[in-house]
């Protein structure tokens, strides 16, 4: 159970009404994310702060700490030890095993195709799942498509994948896809990748473009494949017990603050992918353009049946055709 109504017992700020002092409970919401403050989700937990005290007229007090175990920060926000927490959904089918749908690779054309569906009946269903599974979601976010890197191994075609170590995220669906790829998926939380990458412990790994830049993944990696072979979405949820307690005007402050955070995200992953590419070329690592991604998908095209069954052909269908 949370402590926030001990927390909210606090008398914090000082409010002038009308000319008269009058002091304000605030309830501190804190809310932990997965990348560096000068990243996409850093500057969404920003918004969020922003946007979230002002609306609740002061009443929230938001706190913003970096957490790289994503799988952590959702079984404490879960468990009620911390009230919310964003970043990658990566973890998330852990928790709510129907999200796992979203991880499929190729199932997503571009940003707005997966922006849609985000944002269409598929995402609030989905959403709609949160509380059964002791979270509340906020917001879809984004962490965007990922892509390969290694370290000494170059890759020319997908089949020398065959055989190469690669961290994954503690996600079965992409353990899965690279499993049918041939290649040995080595799941662990981002906080163990630079000791992994530096000790050789894996061949390499895969990220979206915002990652990359935002943690310097260049620094420990030579080459860079734009495979863009799965969409990472990503998510902003809060205790459910945590919103339940909260007044009308602070339920709807964090709603707004969500809006306000996916926004910030959304344009930060596009800046990312529109400058950064560049700016990783510049920094030295070697950016190989995937003319035929045709052929990652056929090499991971063996886990679908699977997907098929755990997903239903159906809903599978409903997001592809997504208009
Ligand atoms: O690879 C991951 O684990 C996720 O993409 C990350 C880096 C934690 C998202 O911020």
């Not at 606090?10 to 008269?20: D, Q, R, S």
Request: aromatic content about 6%; charged content about 20%; overall charge negative.
């Amino acid at each position: 159970k949370l402590a926030h109504t001990t927390k909210t017992a606090v008398l914090a700020g000082m409010v002038l009404a009308g000319g008269i002092l009058t002091a304000s409970a605030q309830t501190t919401l804190t809310v932990t994310h997965s990348s560096p403050a000068d990243s996409h989700f850093g500057l969404a937990a920003a918004a969020f702060k922003k946007v979230a005290e002002e609306k609740s007229g002061g009443t929230l007090n938001v706190v913003i700490q970096r957490m790289d175990n994503e799988r952590e920060a959702l079984e404490s926000v879960q468990f009620g030890s911390q009230e919310c927490a964003m970043g990658s959904a990566g973890p998330l089918g852990n928790f709510v095993a129907e999200t796992r749908v979203l991880d499929v690779p190729f199932l997503f054309d571009s940003y707005d195709h997966a922006r849609g569906v985000l944002d269409s009946d598929v995402g609030q269903e989905l959403l709609a799942l949160f509380p059964a599974r002791g979270l509340y979601g906020v917001a879809w976010m984004e962490n965007g498509f990922r892509n390969l890197t290694t370290g000494s191994k170059a890759v020319n075609s997908p089949e020398d994948l065959r055989g190469m170590k690669i961290r994954t995220m503690e996600n079965q669906v992409h353990m899965q896809a690279w499993q049918a790829a041939g290649v040995l998926p080595t799941p662990m939380a981002f906080s163990e990748l630079p000791s992994a990458l530096q000790q050789g412990t894996v061949d390499g790994q895969e990220n979206p473009i915002p990652v990359i830049l935002s943690n310097n993944l260049d620094m420990m990696q030579k080459h860079l494949y734009l495979t863009r072979h799965v969409y990472s979405p990503g998510i902003f949820v809060c205790n459910p017990d945590f919103i339940a307690g909260l007044t009308d005007e602070q339920k709807a402050a964090v709603e707004e603050g969500g809006k306000a955070a996916s926004a910030a995200n959304r344009a930060r992953v596009e800046q990312d992918e529109s400058a950064g590419i560049e700016t990783l070329r510049t920094r030295g690592i070697e950016v190989v353009e995937i003319s035929d991604r045709d052929a990652y998908r056929e090499a991971m095209a063996s886990a679908n049946a699977g997907f098929e069954t755990q997903f239903g052909a159906e809903l599978l269908q409903r997001i592809r055709d997504w208009k």
